[in-house]
Nanobody, 127 residues
Framework: QVQLVESGGGSVQPGGSLRLSCAAS????????MAWFRQGPGKEREDVAA????????YYRNSVKGRFTISRDGALNTIFLHMDTLGPDDAAMYYC????????????????????WGQGTQVTVSS
């Protein structure tokens, strides 16, 4: 019964930056795989990035490579998503998820494999 709380969303101009945070409850297993997903207007939910809380290994969606950075603070049970050069295609509700450590070794993370979800934080890119 892990609780996840996202924060840091907001509205930015094209080319702007944001940093999202996701704080997990103390019940989080030390080796959990944690990830960011997003869902834009009229679109399906898609993976953004993932990180192993023990290993630190990361995964990025191709369209965010070089622009987004996922990181974690194990002592705080928190992950972050630093987003640079934001564009209209990045506008979405961003969700934090946590699940089995095995997910982070399976390649592309699948939303159905995660058992814990936050309520989301909105990212808007205004032009």
């Amino acid at each position: 019964q892990v609780q996840l709380v996202e924060s840091g969303g907001g509205s930015v101009q094209p080319g702007g930056s944001l940093r999202l945070s996701c704080a997990a409850s103390p019940g989080l297993n030390v080796g959990s795989c944690m990830a960011w997903f997003r869902q834009g207007p009229g679109k399906e939910r898609e993976d953004v990035a993932a990180i192993g809380m023990r290993s630190g290994n990361t995964y990025y969606r191709n369209s965010v490579k070089g622009r987004f950075t996922i990181s974690r603070d194990g002592a705080l049970n928190t992950i972050f998503l630093h987003m640079d050069t934001l564009g209209p295609d990045d506008a979405a509700m961003y969700y934090c998820a946590a699940g089995s450590p095995l997910i982070c070794y399976s390649g592309t993370p699948n939303w159905n494999d995660f058992e814990n979800w936050g309520q989301g934080t909105q990212v808007t890119v205004s032009s």
